[in-house]
């Protein structure tokens, strides 16, 4: 078992920075990639980054791609997401997951996680 605390979501005006972070406990955390998804009032979730166990590869999606960065230090046991350009449209709640495998083709769907974080809030005022 995995488990996962996301934390660092706030309440920003657009064209901010945040960094979120993911710490996980539990089991080891090795060999695990890492995805950070979003969910918004009334809508579906979404994926928004990915991060391969070896950190040498990270996609994104093309709503984010050039402001959000995602990255990992596995001695921690933490991911981070540092969210820069802030718009209006990326409030929502933030949901880090682990992917067993190192990496996965189908990071962008969530039945490829194995275990989710609570979730954290970031609220962009325009």
């Known amino acids: 078992q995995v488990q996962l605390v996301e934390s660092g979501g706030a309440l920003v005006q657009a064209g901010g920075s945040l960094r979120l972070s993911c710490a996980a406990s539990?089991?080891?955390?090795?060999?695990?990639?890492m995805g950070w998804f979003r969910q918004a009032p009334g809508k579906e979730r979404e994926f928004v980054a990915y991060i391969t166990w070896s950190g040498g590869s990270t996609y994104y999606a093309d709503s984010v791609k050039g402001r959000f960065t995602i990255s990992r230090d596995s001695a921690k046991n933490t991911v981070y997401l540092q969210m820069n350009s802030l718009k209006p449209e990326d409030t929502a709640a933030y949901y880090c997951a682990a992917d067993p495998m190192s990496y996965s083709s189908s990071y962008s769907r969530e039945g490829t996680y194995r275990y989710w974080g609570q979730g954290t809030q970031v609220t962009v005022s325009s």
């Open positions: 539990g089991r080891t955390f090795s060999g695990y990639a």
